[in-house]
């Protein structure tokens, strides 16, 4: 952390992926009458305002702390382009009691919506839209954050429980919680039918979970534990194509000692001396199931990218809201970004954008530097 935070304007600039952030939050505004300002006359804090200070930080290299976002915010030109007026950290820490984290839910999923979902294998084009990985990943807190229960008293976190679309490689729904709170659970919560949901074996640990998707209309291919106890009811053959993809082994089967549904099939895949065993209902070749489950990789990666490049790592706030805040508006960031640059900027690209915000890069410079690294990937 800077010892020092006192922040000059030369070291700050301001991008136009502002203006869009703030034209999107208007358009889900709920209640045209709705005070924005709350919290009575006399606050000076905007919700539109309060939100952008969090983008803002996020999309500029200089800001690595709330302190130094509050810092910033006593420039002359953030106040004019980013947050209307300086902002204190009384009035920062309180505002996360007093705005709406689901306004900002909103715009991520009205962001989301409108992004494509191509690419990918070829051969999963036809389940595009439908194939979302769901995982977890937990952001340390403070130990006073005693909402953020994890371990135990001296471990705190938040979890973020994120479903990726692979074939667009975007963020398209979330859900934030305390750290010990259960995936499955959080997957009840957003599961839809139609989907299909791949997961690894933490989702699949409770085999009535399996079933239960089943039963709502959601498809899945999720990793169960490798030595299930399972009654086969039915052996399936195997192609030549799905050996070349690694599977040694299928068939419809009763998973546990107290199965009541249907049988369920499972597939088992071997690759580079690991076995993995896949619960799935979908009735398409086993290496396509495989395939499928390569993908979920692609949801620990993005989560990589969001703490590790984007710098979603510390958590600015402390209240359950605050954390919601913060997370949905770096959820936001990632799809504003991919959006500009046709794919979730690389550190090499986002080190470029960096340097756009801090003066040394023009627009046009920007554009082709950004298509340089592109062609480069």
């Known amino acids: 952390m800077r ?9 700050l600039s301001h991008w136009k992926l502002l203006d869009r952030f703030r034209d999107l939050l208007a358009r889900v505004v709920r209640k045209p009458s709705e005070d924005l300002r709350r919290g009575g006359p006399a606050r000076k804090l905007l919700e539109a305002d309060y939100f952008s200070l969090f983008l803002f930080a996020f999309l500029n290299p200089v800001v690595e702390s709330m302190r130094g976002l509050c810092a910033a915010s006593h420039i002359k030109r953030v106040q004019r382009e980013v947050c209307g007026s300086k902002v204190s950290l009384g009035s920062f820490s309180e505002a996360q009691a007093v705005f709406d984290a689901a306004r900002l839910q909103d715009v991520f999923l ?4 409108e992004a494509s979902c191509a690419g990918g294998d070829e051969r999963l084009a036809p389940y595009a839209e439908r194939l979302k990985a769901v995982d977890g990943t937990l952001l340390p807190a403070l130990p006073r954050m005693h909402w953020a229960l994890w371990v135990n008293d001296e471990n705190r976190a938040a979890k ?6 692979v074939c667009g490689q975007q963020a398209c729904e979330a859900l ?15 599961a839809k039918p139609g989907e299909i949901l791949i997961a690894d074996r933490g989702y699949g640990a409770e085999y009535k979970f399996l079933d239960e998707l089943r039963q709502i209309g959601v498809s899945f291919v999720i990793r169960i534990r490798n030595e299930p106890v399972m009654e086969v009811v039915e052996e399936l053959p195997l192609e030549d194509a799905d050996r070349t993809a690694g599977v040694t082994w299928q068939g419809w089967v009763k998973l546990g000692s107290h199965w009541e549904g249907p049988p369920i ?4 895949v071997e690759v580079d001396d690991h076995q993995l065993m896949l619960a799935t209902d979908l009735k398409i070749d086993a290496e396509l199931v495989a395939l499928i489950y390569r993908y979920r990789w692609q949801v620990e990666l993005f989560f990589k990218w969001l703490k ?5 790592r510390h958590l600015l706030a402390e209240s359950p809201s605050g954390v919601a805040i913060q997370i949905y508006t770096a959820l936001i960031a990632a799809l504003l970004l991919q959006a500009f640059t046709g794919k979730r900027p690389t ?14 890069i023009g627009d046009d410079e920007l554009s082709k530097l950004l298509l340089l690294e592109k062609t480069k990937a």
């Open 3 to 11: 010892a020092n935070i006192t922040i000059s304007e030369a070291e």
């Open 110 to 113: 009205n962001l989301a919506q």
């Open 160 to 165: 973020l429980h994120l479903k990726f679309n």
């Open 176 to 190: 934030i919680t305390a750290g010990n709170a259960s995936e499955r659970a959080a997957l009840r919560k957003m």
């Open 265 to 268: 099939r499972v597939v088992r």
């Open 308 to 312: 590790c490049i984007l710098g979603c």
């Open 347 to 360: 550190k090499r690209a986002m080190e470029l954008i960096r340097f756009y915000f801090l003066g040394y």
